[in-house]
């Protein structure tokens, strides 16, 4: 056993093609300007459902503390994609600038 080689295996591979080559920032205009929609798209999503989180809580006073911790926790998940969105436009716009 000794003499066998043993291998790792990793979740993520590396590329060879990528690491010298020069950058594409037309590419990377578009990943960048792609994930800072689905970073909106997150936050109008958890927005939604914080604001109907809200509602069931006035609704349904039995169960309230539930509904307003989901509430809590839909709208920082709101705030953190907004942040995202953020991160992601001024990449966009950093690539941008190389083109």
């Known amino acids: 056993m000794a003499e066998e080689e043993q291998h790792h295996h990793h979740f993520f591979h590396h590329k060879k093609d990528q690491e010298d ?58 705030v953190g994609s907004g942040g995202f969105a953020f991160h992601e436009h001024h990449e966009k716009k950093e690539a941008k600038e190389h083109i």
């Open 21 to 78: 080559g020069p950058v594409d920032y037309c590419k990377e205009e578009k990943k960048h300007k792609n994930l800072e929609l689905l970073g909106e798209l997150g936050a109008v999503a958890a927005g939604a459902y914080a604001l109907h989180e809200k509602h069931q809580a006035k609704k349904d006073p039995e169960n309230a503390h539930k509904h307003k911790i989901a509430e809590e926790v839909a709208a920082t998940f709101a």
